[in-house]
């Protein structure tokens, strides 16, 4: 069994995919995982709507619409399962409306990796259209719901040759907490 941390530094989006794709049921099982994500006061301020078939042709119009198009966008159809992230936002006087986005997020990133690591193509898109009324209107979304993207989820087409990923230099990112300065005086 691989670890996670194993299983993160594996991770690669794949932004191609091929046709074949997980089941409504496999995908119930890494979704019930992803939504272990730390979740102040147990909101789940997310939801996820899954995108197959002709779902996706609709997506396509309301994209075109959204960007003034008349042709269909053909981004929807590269790949057979798209699933989208919505926040859901709960009232509530301790966790502000950033944090339950943040929550969102999260839950779409840990999917993310156990696609990954289940075998599955996966990489999240986004755009201006994700706020625009067609495409909200096309997912029926509710007055407190945004759509932050999707996953695009496909089988991972075989590699003619070994993907190099640059590695993430830590020391760039993580530092002590300032000291305070001394006052002169």
């Known amino acids: 069994m691989t ?14 995919v091929t046709y ?6 496999e995908l119930l099982t890494l979704v ?9 006061s147990s909101l ?12 996706r042709v609709r997506l396509a ?7 003034g198009d008349k042709k269909p966008s053909s981004k929807p159809l590269r790949a057979p399962l798209l699933i989208a992230v919505v926040a ?15 929550v969102a997020s999260g839950v779409a990133h840990m999917l993310s990796l ?19 009324k067609a495409v909200a209107k096309a997912h029926g979304l509710e007055k407190n719901e945004v759509l932050l993207g999707w996953l695009y989820v496909g089988g991972k087409p075989p590699r003619s040759r070994p993907e190099r990923r640059r590695a993430v230099d830590a020391r760039h990112h993580v530092s ?7 006052s002169k005086g």
């Open 3 to 16: 670890s996670a941390l194993d299983a993160v530094l594996a991770r690669k989006s794949s932004s191609k």
């Open 20 to 25: 074949a794709a997980p089941t409504h049921e």
């Open 32 to 40: 019930a995982a992803a939504g272990r994500v730390a979740d102040h």
């Open 44 to 55: 789940r301020p997310w939801r996820l709507i899954e995108l197959r078939g002709d779902d």
């Open 61 to 67: 119009q309301a994209i075109a619409k959204a960007e």
């Open 88 to 102: 859901s936002f709960r009232k509530s006087s301790k966790v502000p409306r950033w944090e339950q986005e943040a």
């Open 114 to 132: 156990l696609l990954d690591e289940a075998g599955w193509g996966v990489f999240w898109r986004t755009g201006s259209y994700t706020r625009s």
């Open 176 to 182: 002590p907490m300032p000291r305070p300065k001394r």
